[in-house]
């Protein structure tokens, strides 16, 4: 079984039944609402779930090792189909 390779450097967004919830201490929360599946994410995690659903341009700059922070969090998530690209100009829900 092959896989689609997706251009990650691009804006992304959730999946069409994932939820995002931002909690007050800074994590976050992904919920599938077809399946019901979760993720949970700590403090860290969330900042940098929050990096790639903002916009791509606010990425650059980043340094070497961040970037591939950012890259293979993204392959993760999309992979698991969490995250989805975006269309250009997407919302990042």
Same mark, same amino acid.
């Given at each position: 079984?092959?896989?689609?390779?997706? *251009?990650l450097r691009?804006?992304?967004?959730?999946?069409?039944?994932?939820?995002?919830?931002?909690?007050?201490?800074?994590?976050?929360?992904?919920v599938n609402?077809?399946t019901l599946?979760?993720?949970?994410?700590?403090?860290?995690?969330?900042?940098?779930?929050?990096?790639?659903?903002?916009?791509?341009?606010?990425?650059?700059?980043? *340094? *070497?090792?961040?970037?591939?922070?950012?890259?293979?969090?993204?392959?993760?998530?999309?992979?698991?189909?969490?995250?989805?690209?975006?269309?250009?100009?997407? *919302?990042?829900?």
């Amino acid at each position: 079984m092959q896989r689609t390779r997706h *251009d990650l450097r691009g804006p992304l967004r959730c999946a069409d039944d994932v939820t995002l919830t931002r909690l007050p201490f800074g994590g976050a929360v992904l919920v599938n609402g077809r399946t019901l599946a979760l993720l949970e994410c700590a403090e860290p995690d969330a900042a940098v779930l929050g990096a790639l659903l903002t916009a791509p341009e606010r990425r650059n700059g980043l *340094d *070497d090792q961040m970037a591939a922070v950012l890259e293979r969090t993204a392959s993760r998530l999309v992979d698991a189909g969490w995250l989805v690209p975006a269309p250009t100009g997407g *919302d990042g829900r």
